[in-house]
């Protein structure tokens, strides 16, 4: 299962209701911290270039570029320094306050993920059809 992000069930008629959860941390109109973004982060962190972690998580480097602007911008400080690449010095690294957004973020969905274990989903899963009635026509 992914981490945090959500319980996967196929979608087959009357298959299992399942519970979404999905945080996001705005900063104003713009995603300070997703689930994805927290996925790039830690890929810049493992790969250390913005490039080889887009190929590791299967996105164009424009794509993980934008994604590390914006969270550059909606940080107090960076979370992504980029440099020069070099054989001995990687082109991009996660500053402190990086590492310690994403400890944050993904202690958040472990918390939110206990919520499939709580009473009120467990109520609302057995009043869930496994997939919507047809529309009837008159």
């Given amino acids: 299962m992914e981490r945090g ?7 087959k008629p009357d298959a299992a209701p399942e519970l979404k959860i999905k945080l996001q941390i705005y900063c ?47 940080w107090s400080e960076p979370l992504v320094e980029t440099g020069p690449g070099s054989p001995g010095r990687a082109g991009a690294h996660v500053t402190g306050l990086g590492a310690s957004v994403i400890a944050a973020f993904r202690k958040m969905q472990d918390r939110a993920l206990g919520l499939r274990d709580a009473g009120e989903w467990e109520g609302l899963r057995e009043m869930l059809r496994g997939s919507p009635k047809q529309h009837q026509k008159d």
Wanted: hydrophobic share 45%.
């Fill in 5 to 11: 992000i959500t319980e996967h069930s196929t979608a």
């Fill in 28 to 74: 104003g109109k713009e995603i300070a911290m997703g689930p994805g973004k927290a996925d790039l982060l830690e890929a810049i962190a493992r790969e250390g270039s913005i490039s080889a972690a887009a190929r590791a998580l299967g996105m164009s480097y424009r794509r993980a570029w934008l994604l590390v602007d914006t969270m550059n911008r909606c």
